[in-house]
T-cell receptor
Framework: GENVEQHPSTLSVQEGDSAVIKCTYSDSASNYFPWYKQELGKRPQLIID?????GEKKDQRIAVTLNKTAKHFSLHITETQPEDSAVYFCAARVNDYKLSFGAGTTVTVRA | DGGITQSPKYLFRKEGQNVTLSCEQN?????MYWYRQDPGQGLRLIYY???????QKGDIAEGYSVSREKKESFPLTVTSAQKNPTAFYLC???????????????????FGNGTRLTVT
């Protein structure tokens, strides 16, 4: 089955700096890659996603890049702010109904 | 908000007892899911249901059971056979995409607020 690895497990950045989270996947047939953000004590929410026919997608301060050949995708957060502190999960679509999630990255933005 | 209600927020049970976690949605979503969240392990799929009266095992279904008698409801029972039941449980749902359907997994998962189960 699909195996998604996520690194780093924790990330501390100074406010205003950039944060990068990387994920790799094993199944070359995977073609949809969402990212979820879970703030402390809250439910996970989709923040951005990318499909395999696109190499990069941006939404304001966040962007996701996908390298199909290398089977890895990354989340980039620029100009980090305190409200970016959260746990971020990457995922890859396994089949029509199932996503395989990474273990999560705890991001802390230092003021 | 979000239209998915999980109850209770915290649940405590003695080892050997079965316990049922509630999940109700008013989003008219077809598919519903149960995930288990443990520190450092991300979200792992327990069961999912595409339609009423149908459900499928996920990656870690052993020791769990579900039912889908109504579109709005997808309760999860944690049985005494589950060896490590203490965890945070998240229910989620997704709509069918577009007029021709398509993969549910391409739709954003709408999560409930979760139930933290502690078994001692």
């Amino acid at each position: 089955g699909e195996n998604v690895e996520q690194h780093p497990s924790t990330l501390s950045v100074q406010e205003g700096d950039s944060a990068v989270i990387k994920c790799t996947y094993s199944d070359s047939a995977s073609n949809y890659f969402p990212w979820y953000k879970q703030e402390l004590g809250k439910r996970p929410q989709l923040i951005i996603d990318i499909r395999s026919n696109v190499g990069e997608k941006k939404d304001q301060r966040i962007a996701v890049t996908l390298n199909k050949t290398a089977k890895h995708f990354s989340l980039h957060i620029t100009e980090t702010q305190p409200e970016d502190s959260a746990v971020y999960f990457c995922a890859a679509r396994v089949n029509d109904y199932k996503l395989s999630f990474g273990a999560g990255t705890t991001v802390t933005v230092r003021a | 908000d979000g239209g998915i209600t999980q109850s209770p927020k915290y649940l405590f049970r003695k080892e050997g007892q079965n316990v049922t976690l509630s999940c109700e949605q008013n989003l008219n979503h077809d598919a519903m899911y149960w995930y288990r969240q443990d520190p450092g392990q991300g979200l792992r799929l327990i069961y999912y249901s595409q339609i009423v009266n149908d459900f499928q095992k996920g990656d870690i279904a052993e020791g769990y059971s579900v039912s889908r008698e109504k579109k709005e409801s997808f309760p999860l029972t944690v049985t005494s056979a589950q060896k490590n039941p203490t965890a945070f449980y998240l229910c989620a749902s997704t709509p069918r995409r577009g007029f021709t359907g398509g993969p549910f997994a391409d739709s954003p998962l709408h999560f409930g607020n979760g139930t933290r189960l502690t078994v001692t």
